[in-house]
């Protein structure tokens, strides 16, 4: 009863300080005077509204989410004095519905012992670490030390793995005094562990990056961890260092088969360079996992020898959330919305980086074989506002779908398909006054989605930013096409074939995109239907 009484207050304090959060994010957008056509802040032109954003400075990897009390809790490595990668801490928001967020005090800093990396927290309801007091469910943190003395010293054992508790559902956390729970076996990438419970070998699973493997332990009360395998050597895209990794069961859509995933983040190696996230499917007996035959194959013959989860240059160290009701039962995914070749020099000031949408992925088994599918989560469409819809659309030359007198497209959501494909390629353009464009489209020549973001706007603070068209071969054998686009001022996010095929990618224009056209590539065509929503965050 008093652990009850205790949690309740907690959860209301939650309450109140999200409430608050939300109120002042209504209040400062109605401060902006939409009238006054002078030149766009920073914060008009590029501050994302329907994906998180730190009010300010560093952002790199989500770390730790968890659901727990009506919450989804989203840490992050965060640099909270400078807008460049520093010294790491985790920085905390919350949400009811992973779309508005609420920036909380840093939840764990760094110490003598290094750096706060990346990790993950789970909820461990049956107190089986300890520390959870008086009945409560303690939140259990895992994350890498990064010890920056050793690593100057030219060390290669400088990241161990560690863990720190909250008994206040994830606001505050106290570090073990047994840390590094994992000392480093000499392995000088060993770090972002991700724990699971494995319901099915009813054990707490941790997997780690470890230079190009991914190492699995397995443990009774999340303080003692035994190494139980590896997997990676000679598998997949090794064309960068291997981070980030997750791993999960899947019950494979519409059977009862119950296949295990694998995610790897690698930077950099990915398809259209630098950073991205490859996934495996395979079976896990407790100790091992083994990639399935059927995707080896695939993987084997599709063209990186790797299978991505999202082809575009900016969704990396994504992972998924713990602690999802059974009720809901969805697997819930959010990335980094950023690529190590240009994170740093992005075009704003006051902070760096947003994160991707939350995304729904499901195990499919299709005519590809095993696919991972990511789709926007349901929760945006709440979001709605006005819509235009159209069908049978004849696409001849340029044709204009909307501009922003009818809808403002700065945030708002695409849906449209094709019937049978086949010959029929399009370039979709986002363009405004100043003649800055985006394209992205389908290309039939070589069957491959893609996004040119090279006139899209800022593009010379790196190099590598506007170097190449990226394209993302389509896998799908549908004769038909729809397509999920997601606009959010300085990025699109692109759902082919039901999530089969992603692509996310980030520009910077001069002002607001403010016209939507599409194109044939080469013969005229009909497009079914395209529908459009404003999304509003308030
Ligand atoms: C991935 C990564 C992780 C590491 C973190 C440091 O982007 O390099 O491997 O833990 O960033 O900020």
């Given at each position: 009863?008093?652990?009850?009484?205790?949690?309740?207050?907690?959860?209301?304090l939650?309450?109140?300080?999200?409430l608050?959060?939300?109120?002042?994010?209504?209040q400062s957008?109605?401060?902006?005077?939409?009238?006054?056509?002078?030149?766009?802040?920073?914060?008009?032109?590029?501050?994302?509204?329907?994906?998180?954003?730190?009010?300010?400075?560093w952002?790199?990897?989500?770390?730790?989410?968890f659901?727990?009390?009506?919450?989804?809790?989203?840490?992050?490595?965060?640099?909270?004095?400078?807008?460049?990668?520093?010294?790491?801490?985790w920085?905390?928001a919350?949400?009811?519905d992973?779309v508005?967020?609420?920036?909380?005090p840093?939840?764990i800093?760094?110490?003598?012992?290094?750096?706060?990396?990346s990790?993950?927290?789970?909820?461990?309801v049956?107190?089986t670490?300890g520390?959870?007091?008086?009945g409560?469910?303690?939140i259990?943190?895992?994350?890498?030390?990064?010890?920056?003395?050793?690593?100057?010293?030219?060390?290669?054992?400088y990241?161990?793995?560690?863990?720190?508790y909250?008994?206040d559902e994830?606001?505050?956390?106290?570090?073990y005094?047994g840390n590094p729970?994992?000392?480093?076996p000499?392995?000088?990438?060993?770090r972002?562990?991700k724990?699971?419970w494995?319901?099915i070998?009813?054990?707490?699973?941790?997997?780690?990056?470890?230079?190009?493997?991914?190492?699995?332990y397995s443990?009774?009360?999340?303080?003692?961890?035994?190494?139980?395998?590896?997997?990676?050597?000679g598998?997949?895209a090794?064309?960068?260092v291997w981070?980030?990794?997750?791993?999960?069961?899947?019950?494979v859509?519409?059977?009862?088969?119950i296949?295990?995933?694998?995610?790897?983040?690698i930077n950099?190696?990915?398809?259209?360079?630098?950073?991205?996230t490859?996934?495996?499917v395979?079976?896990?007996?407790?100790?091992?996992?083994?990639?399935?035959?059927s995707?080896?194959?695939?993987?084997?013959?599709?063209?990186?020898?790797?299978i991505?989860i999202?082809?575009?240059?900016d969704?990396y160290?994504g992972?998924?959330w713990a602690?999802?009701?059974?009720?809901?039962?969805?697997?819930l995914?959010?990335?980094?919305?950023?690529n190590?070749?240009?994170?740093q020099?992005?075009?704003t000031e006051t902070?760096?980086?947003?994160m991707?949408?939350?995304?729904?992925?499901?195990?499919k088994?299709n005519?590809?074989?095993?696919?991972?599918?990511?789709?926007?989560i349901?929760?945006?469409?709440?979001?709605r506002?006005?819509k235009?819809?159209?069908?049978?659309?004849?696409?001849?030359?340029?044709?204009?779908?909307?501009?922003?007198?009818d809808?403002?497209?700065?945030?708002a959501?695409?849906?449209?398909n094709?019937?049978?494909?086949k010959d029929?390629?399009?370039?979709?353009?986002?363009?405004?006054?100043?003649?800055?464009t985006?394209?992205?489209g389908y290309?039939?020549?070589d069957?491959?989605?893609?996004?040119?973001?090279?006139?899209?706007?800022?593009t010379d603070f790196?190099?590598?930013?506007?170097?190449h068209?990226?394209?993302a071969?389509?896998?799908?054998?549908?004769p038909?096409?729809?397509?999920t686009?997601?606009?959010?001022k300085t990025?699109?996010?692109?759902?082919?074939?039901?999530?089969?095929?992603?692509?996310?990618?980030i520009?910077?224009p001069?002002?607001p995109?403010d016209?939507?056209?599409?194109?044939?590539?080469?013969q005229?065509?009909?497009?079914?239907?395209?529908?459009?929503?404003k999304?509003?965050?308030n």
């Amino acid at each position: 009863m008093k652990t009850l009484r205790k949690t309740s207050l907690v959860s209301m304090l939650i309450a109140l300080s999200f409430l608050i959060g939300c109120k002042d994010k209504v209040q400062s957008n109605q401060d902006v005077d939409e009238s006054v056509n002078v030149s766009y802040t920073e914060e008009d032109l590029y501050r994302p509204s329907l994906h998180f954003t730190p009010k300010e400075a560093w952002m790199n990897d989500p770390n730790g989410m968890f659901y727990y009390n009506g919450y989804y809790h989203l840490y992050f490595q965060h640099y909270p004095d400078g807008n460049v990668w520093g010294p790491m801490h985790w920085g905390h928001a919350i949400s009811t519905d992973m779309v508005t967020w609420k920036e909380m005090p840093i939840a764990i800093f760094p110490d003598e012992k290094g750096y706060i990396f990346s990790g993950s927290a789970v909820v461990d309801v049956n107190n089986t670490s300890g520390f959870g007091k008086g009945g409560g469910q303690p939140i259990i943190a895992m994350f890498t030390y990064h010890d920056v003395e050793g690593e100057k010293a030219g060390k290669t054992n400088y990241q161990s793995q560690a863990i720190a508790y909250s008994l206040d559902e994830g606001q505050t956390f106290t570090k073990y005094s047994g840390n590094p729970v994992i000392k480093n076996p000499d392995i000088k990438d060993f770090r972002d562990p991700k724990i699971v419970w494995d319901s099915i070998h009813e054990k707490w699973l941790m997997v780690l990056a470890a230079g190009q493997k991914i190492m699995f332990y397995s443990s009774s009360n999340l303080k003692d961890w035994k190494l139980e395998s590896d997997f990676g050597d000679g598998i997949g895209a090794h064309g960068g260092v291997w981070e980030c990794p997750d791993f999960f069961p899947m019950v494979v859509q519409g059977t009862d088969e119950i296949k295990w995933v694998l995610l790897v983040s690698i930077n950099p190696g990915g398809p259209n360079g630098g950073s991205a996230t490859q996934y495996f499917v395979g079976d896990f007996d407790g100790k091992q996992f083994t990639i399935d035959p059927s995707f080896e194959k695939d993987l084997n013959s599709s063209e990186h020898k790797s299978i991505w989860i999202d082809y575009g240059r900016d969704n990396y160290a994504g992972v998924t959330w713990a602690n999802i009701p059974d009720t809901d039962g969805r697997k819930l995914f959010m990335g980094w919305m950023s690529n190590w070749h240009y994170a740093q020099d992005v075009p704003t000031e006051t902070w760096r980086s947003a994160m991707t949408v939350a995304r729904e992925v499901e195990l499919k088994k299709n005519e590809t074989g095993y696919r991972l599918l990511s789709k926007p989560i349901k929760e945006l469409t709440n979001y709605r506002s006005t819509k235009y819809k159209k069908e049978n659309v004849a696409i001849k030359g340029d044709t204009k779908i909307i501009a922003s007198d009818d809808i403002d497209l700065a945030s708002a959501e695409v849906n449209f398909n094709i019937s049978d494909l086949k010959d029929k390629g399009f370039t979709f353009k986002l363009t405004n006054k100043e003649g800055d464009t985006l394209a992205f489209g389908y290309n039939n020549s070589d069957e491959s989605f893609f996004v040119d973001r090279r006139k899209s706007g800022k593009t010379d603070f790196s190099e590598k930013f506007a170097s190449h068209v990226s394209k993302a071969k389509r896998t799908s054998l549908n004769p038909d096409l729809t397509g999920t686009i997601i606009l959010d001022k300085t990025s699109i996010e692109l759902f082919f074939d039901n999530g089969e095929t992603v692509m996310t990618e980030i520009f910077f224009p001069n002002s607001p995109f403010d016209k939507l056209s599409i194109e044939p590539n080469d013969q005229e065509f009909v497009l079914g239907n395209i529908e459009i929503h404003k999304l509003n965050i308030n």
